[in-house]
């Protein structure tokens, strides 16, 4: 157990939904990273938080945003969604940008 | 464009005998490795990692070696155990810039330990 939550385990829904992905880091990490597995794309850096604010941004799509909470809990939320954005959501935090980043179970998603 | 690249997709090893994972990568500002093993509908766990600044890094069954010079890292697993049959990840990062914290990773190999 790594120590970082993510909920739901699993979503199904529809094209053209919208959805929010949960994560709660590690106690005392202030970092949050997003990542999305795909079967073509590997593992694939979305966003990444620190304390608050947006730090790094990777290849996430306009349709996604998310954000990080004075609790240092964060949200993705994924929006018009299309049969593509069907994928494992990971979750990871640090202490600090740089440092070891440690892995939530994922959120695995389903767009019918 | 592919930074990381680990270009084994599977690899199977004997238990007791030696696993070594490789992985290649191209953007020399790296200066961070990592890698992690990977089991079906889990997360990454993460394993061991590596500055540029060493060229081995020890943890119990596990090594990890990187070459600067030829921008290549491999993990060595001995002796390898039937538990260690997982997906493992290679994944690099770098100081600074607007990357700053993002892991870069490679596509994995699945390595299978027999019995």
């Known amino acids: 157990d790594s120590g970082v939550t993510q909920t739901p385990k699993h979503l199904i829904t529809a094209t053209g939904q919208r959805v929010t992905l949960r994560c709660s880091p590690r106690s005392g990490d202030l970092s949050v990273y997003w990542y999305q597995q795909s079967l073509d794309q590997g593992l694939q850096f979305l966003i990444q938080y620190y304390n608050g604010e947006e730090r790094a941004k990777g290849n996430i799509l306009e349709r996604f945003s998310a954000q990080q909470f004075p609790d240092l809990h964060s949200e993705l939320n994924l929006s018009s969604l299309e049969l593509g954005d069907s994928a494992l959501y990971f979750c990871a935090s640090s202490v600090l940008p740089q440092e070891t980043q440690y892995f939530g179970p994922g959120t695995r998603l389903l767009v019918l | 464009d592919q930074q990381v690249k680990q270009n084994s997709p599977s690899l199977s090893v004997q238990e007791g005998r030696i696993s070594i994972l490789n992985c290649d990568y191209t953007?020399?500002?790296?200066?961070?490795f990592l890698w992690y093993k990977k089991y079906p509908a889990e997360g990454p766990t993460f394993l061991i990692s590596i500055s540029s600044i060493k060229d081995k890094n020890e943890d119990g069954r596990f090594t990890v070696f990187l070459n600067k010079s030829a921008k290549h890292l491999s993990l060595h697993i001995v002796p390898s155990q039937p538990g260690d049959s997982a997906v493992y990840f290679c994944?690099?990062?770098?100081?600074?810039?607007?990357?700053?914290?993002?892991?870069?990773f490679g596509q994995g190999t699945i390595l299978t330990v027999h019995p």
């Open positions: 994944a690099a990062s770098r100081a600074g810039g607007t990357s700053y914290g993002k892991l870069t």
């Open positions: 953007n020399s500002m790296f200066d961070y």
